[in-house]
Nanobody, 129 residues
Framework: QVQLVESGGGSVQAGGSLRLSCARS????????MAWFRQVPGKEREGVAA????????YYADSVKGRFTISQDKDKNTVYLQMNSLKPEDTALYYC??????????????????????WGQGTQVTVSS
């Protein structure tokens, strides 16, 4: 059973930075797909960034391109989301998500929350103006 544990959320002023971490356990294979989603009350869960742990290829939502960076430490089975130039509209509950095995359409479907089997508990990010 894959488990995901997020950390690193908090409160920051606009323009500031935060780094989220997602530690994965229960799967050490090479075919894991990891992503960060965010959600605010009353809105759908939004895909922020994703990475194929095998190829290292990453994908981003247009709203965060150039500001957020997803990366991984394979030895630690951990994925990070470095968030710079934060804006008040980045305020949300951020979730780590994962799926394992084959995913041939990852590049074009990574932002769909229904594609992921495993989810973390979420970590709150609050950006004040």
């Amino acid at each position: 059973q894959v488990q995901l544990v997020e950390s690193g959320g908090g409160s920051v002023q606009a323009g500031g930075s935060l780094r989220l971490s997602c530690a994965r356990s229960g799967y050490t294979g090479s075919r894991a797909y990891m992503a960060w989603f965010r959600q605010v009350p009353g809105k759908e869960r939004e895909g922020v960034a994703a990475i194929s742990t095998n190829s290292g290829t990453s994908y981003y939502a247009d709203s965060v391109k150039g500001r957020f960076t997803i990366s991984q430490d394979k030895d630690k089975n951990t994925v990070y989301l470095q968030m710079n130039s934060l804006k008040p509209e980045d305020t949300a509950l951020y979730y780590c998500a994962a799926d394992v095995g084959g995913w041939g359409t990852f590049g074009v479907t990574w932002y769909q929350p229904t594609k992921y089997t495993y989810w973390g508990q979420g970590t709150q990010v609050t950006v004040s103006s």
